[in-house]
């Protein structure tokens, strides 16, 4: 016997069906329509520490398009049953990650995987942990049909999103018609995610701006250490340039995170997606751009704190045969991880004012 929940479901999806069939015969198999957003073209503001936005040819970001982008981001009709939108693992209050050390999806399914922060991933050549898509644009819409995840088909998704009284005028508003579809979607929520940039840090404000009171003593230390090849080395892999600082080389490493005791990997990270022996148990360097409110941390959410980071990587992570060449054993005093700790801190930032839920009143400092 099937549960209401199971019914109202089916009954949903065959409304969903009817609305599909509008969506196809007003946009056709055919991809007629015309998917670059329209209206004027804006410059993405970047804060202190940060470089220019990079922006894809085909989808420059409008006003319009980024408020779409940002109305689908925390709708949850792409879930399901309508329990989760892409801000239930990419939250504003937690630095635009979940708190958990695995993301949850719809019924309580569990991922694999720590919901990476959204924060500055404009500038990222790669998304998800793995890399597997190439750009904010395909990466957009795989939550949403991920079993584990949001767990609804893209064929329903953009059902729900004709029948709803507000899309058609927003899509058309962003891209010159009322059509909707997958490409559109994907557009405009990357077109939001470039504008989820943090800079303007009390680092920033040290190491770019002049301010030589930004930073406390002890942060100052711990800036030294994470530079100084000689001791932390943090710098290899956690960018800091002469004018900007990603905290992020984009690339895959293997930190020994994962590994097993005879040095097997359970999630083999990028290895997955490039079937190269070299990529195995390697994960894409996460920014460090607001990392005091993103724990838990690494790829499988294990390190609760930055003090359990700090000390991982002092001890030369976890020993395997692929480990990186830049990870290795440092002699670390005390006081110097306590260092490393707060000029971690410092890398809190501002974040802009437009990115939190537009269905709700939300202050500058939660967002």
Not at 49 to 61: E, R
Not at 173 to 201: C, Q
Not at 262 to 278: I, L, P, Y
């Amino acid at each position: 016997m099937l549960d209401t929940e199971s019914l109202d479901f089916r009954a949903s999806a065959r409304r969903c069906g009817i609305a599909l069939c509008f969506v196809v015969l007003f946009t056709g198999c055919k991809r007629s329509t015309n998917d670059r957003p329209v209206g004027r073209v804006l410059t993405i503001e970047v804060p202190l520490g940060l470089p220019a936005v990079p922006i894809p040819a085909n989808n420059p970001p409008t006003a319009d398009s980024i408020d779409l982008g940002r109305r689908l981001f925390y709708d949850t009709a792409l879930s399901r049953d309508h329990s989760m939108s892409c801000a239930s693992c990419h939250n504003p209050r937690l630095g635009f990650t979940d708190g958990l050390q695995v993301a949850h999806g719809v019924g309580g399914s569990r991922g694999t995987r720590n919901a990476p922060t959204l924060i500055n991933s404009a500038y990222l050549p790669l998304q998800f942990w793995d890399g597997r898509s190439a750009s904010l644009e395909d990466q957009a819409a795989n939550p949403i049909a991920n079993p584990l995840e949001m767990n609804q088909s893209h064929q329903i998704s953009l059902a729900k999103l004709a029948e709803n009284p507000t899309y058609p005028s927003l899509f058309f508003k962003a891209f010159g018609s009322r059509d909707i579809n997958l490409n559109r979607v994907e557009k405009a929520l990357a077109s939001f995610e470039r504008t989820i940039l943090s800079g303007n840090s009390p680092f920033d404000r040290y190491q770019f701006g002049g301010d030589k009171g930004a930073l406390t003593a002890s942060q100052v230390r711990g800036l030294q250490i994470f530079l100084d090849p000689n001791k932390g080395n943090c710098g290899a892999c956690h960018t800091v340039n002469r004018t900007d600082a990603l905290f992020t080389d984009g690339k895959f490493h293997n930190t020994g995170e994962g590994a097993g005791d005879e040095g097997e990997f359970a999630d083999v990270g990028r290895f997955g997606e490039t079937k190269t022996s070299a990529d195995m148990g390697a994960f894409k360097t996460p920014t460090l751009r607001n990392v005091a409110n993103t724990a838990p941390y690494m790829h499988d959410g294990s390190l609760k704190t930055l003090k359990d980071v700090v000390d991982f990587y002092a001890g030369g992570g976890n020993s395997n045969t692929y480990l990186d060449k830049q990870i290795r054993v440092i002699q670390l005093t005390g006081q110097d991880r306590a260092d490393l700790v707060e000029f971690l801190k410092s890398l809190s930032g501002e974040m802009p004012r437009n990115v939190g839920d537009p269905g709700k009143a939300v202050n500058r400092s939660s967002q």
